[in-house]
């Protein structure tokens, strides 16, 4: 059974830096593309960043370029998300998705909640 | 970037009805269309995948039809169980994107 369990998620300042991991169960992680993805409180789901297996591409949203670093460690199944300089509108749940072309399964989310 | 337009934005339905949501792209994405349904503080489950193939697991009442840049979502039956927001996504190219969401209640 195919498993994402996120974690990381919590309370940080303006300015501050968290780092989400995402350990994988259940399929060979070394030879899936990963993503994130989030959703603000009420709103809805926002692509955050790609990851191509052997982190041969990686691609970001413009909201989140040059502060967000998203990798990965094949010998341990999991994905992280590395946030910086983190801002009041990078409060949301974050989601670690796998993609297979098009997302196929998802995690149950952690939150982050960006105030001072 | 790829724009994805989903109407209606919400609706209401009774239970045994056919229930329609369309997705509009800017641009042509081919079939690299994809469903997905979140139930209320749920995470999202994926249904479709390349406009009309069903994600393994998912019942037969939904289906999903389009290429270029109309597509349809359909519950062919709707039941109380059904009852959450339904977002399209195109992965056709990056940036992804996802549409707005149609919130489906019952």
């Known amino acids: 059974e195919v498993q994402l369990v996120e974690s990381g998620g919590g309370l940080v300042k303006p300015g501050g830096s968290l780092r989400l991991s995402c350990a994988a169960s259940?399929?060979?992680?070394?030879?899936?593309?990963m993503n994130w993805v989030r959703q603000a409180p009420g709103k809805g789901l926002e692509w955050v960043s790609t990851?191509?297996?052997?982190?041969?591409?990686?691609y970001y949203a413009d909201s989140v370029k040059g502060r967000f670093t998203i990798s990965r460690d094949d010998a341990r199944n999991s994905l992280y998300l590395q946030m910086n300089s983190l801002r009041a509108e990078d409060t949301a749940v974050y989601y670690c998705?796998?993609?297979?072309?098009?997302?196929?399964?998802w995690g149950q989310g952690t939150l982050v909640t960006v105030s001072s | 970037d790829i724009q994805m337009t989903q109407s209606p934005s919400s609706l209401s339905a009774s239970v045994g009805d056919r229930v329609t949501i369309t997705c509009r792209a800017s641009?042509?994405?081919?079939?690299?269309l994809a469903w997905f349904q979140q139930k209320p503080g749920k995470a999202p489950k994926s249904l479709i995948y390349a406009a009309s193939s069903l994600q393994s697991g998912v019942p037969s009442k939904f289906s999903g039809s389009g290429s270029g840049t109309d597509f349809t979502l359909t519950i062919s039956s709707l039941q109380p169980e059904d009852l959450a927001t339904y977002y399209c996504h195109h992965y056709n190219t990056y940036p992804l994107t996802f549409g707005g969401g149609t919130k489906v209640e019952i």
């Open positions: 990851i191509s297996s052997s982190s041969s591409y990686i």
């Open positions: 998705a796998r993609s297979s072309g098009s997302v196929d399964y």
């Open positions: 259940g399929f060979s992680f070394k030879s899936y593309s």
């Open positions: 641009q042509d994405i081919g079939t690299y």
